[in-house]
């Protein structure tokens, strides 16, 4: 059985004071509305946990209610950090779950093929994740002011979502995290404590995450709003 887990409880302080961004409308529909009807297309995934802020319950069961859903889904509120909030959704799985995709709510373009593909890579070597080749030349700077050195860009990858595992993987993977006290922003980087590979998944097409007001005439134009 595969589930999603959509993490939907950030604050998103980068889009501005008293903005919530998930529930921006571009191309006629919320952010997180768009990205909950990709998840929900998906023909191998069984169910779907959204994570989200506390006191923010109703907001997402009004539009369940109001869309045509066909996945079962449940609400789980979220922890102070984004590896807790990861941590309650695990927390909510249904016992059959062998396979999970943690997926930003922020990021509604990522295609079911990206999707499958995480899928099928995670289940043979326990962890896959969409990613893109970094194109632009990449320096390092020590100071914040002056460049310090020079990454050679043919061995680097931007990673995003869906991050997907054997669900006793990532378990074990974030368990480690917790019990180290360790702060992390991405799930990849908890299964660097076990040792645990990773596979990069390429997605060919774009599949941004929102964060600032800027992102959002070019998600538009992804959505199909013009």
């Given amino acids: ?133 970094v194109t632009d030349t990449v320096k390092e700077s020590g100071d914040g002011r002056t460049i310090s050195g020079h990454l050679d860009r043919s061995r680097l990858w931007a990673v995003q979502t869906p991050q997907t595992f054997r669900v006793e993987v990532i378990r074990r993977a974030l368990a480690e995290v917790r019990a180290r006290g360790l702060a992390i922003t991405d799930d990849t980087a908890a299964c660097e404590c076990i040792g645990q590979p990773v596979r990069l998944v390429e997605s060919p097409a774009p599949n941004p995450k929102v964060t600032t007001p800027a992102d959002l005439p070019y998600l538009k134009l992804l959505l199909g709003g013009g």
């Fill in 1 to 133: 059985m595969v589930s999603v887990i959509i993490v939907a409880a950030g604050k998103g302080v980068r889009m501005g004071p008293d903005v919530d961004k998930l529930w921006l409308e571009v191309a006629g529909r919320p952010i997180i509305e768009h990205t909950w009807r990709r998840v929900d297309a998906i023909s191998s995934v069984s169910e779907i946990i959204l994570v989200v802020r506390d006191g923010m319950q109703t907001e997402f069961a009004n539009l369940a209610s109001q869309r045509p859903f066909a996945k079962p889904w449940r609400l789980v509120v979220g922890g102070k950090e984004r590896q807790d909030s990861v941590w309650n959704g695990l927390e909510a799985l249904s016992p059959q779950t062998e396979i999970v995709a943690i997926q930003d709510a922020a990021r509604p373009c990522t295609t079911a093929e990206v999707f499958e593909a995480t899928i099928d890579d995670a289940r043979e070597t326990g962890a896959a994740v969409a990613a893109q080749r």
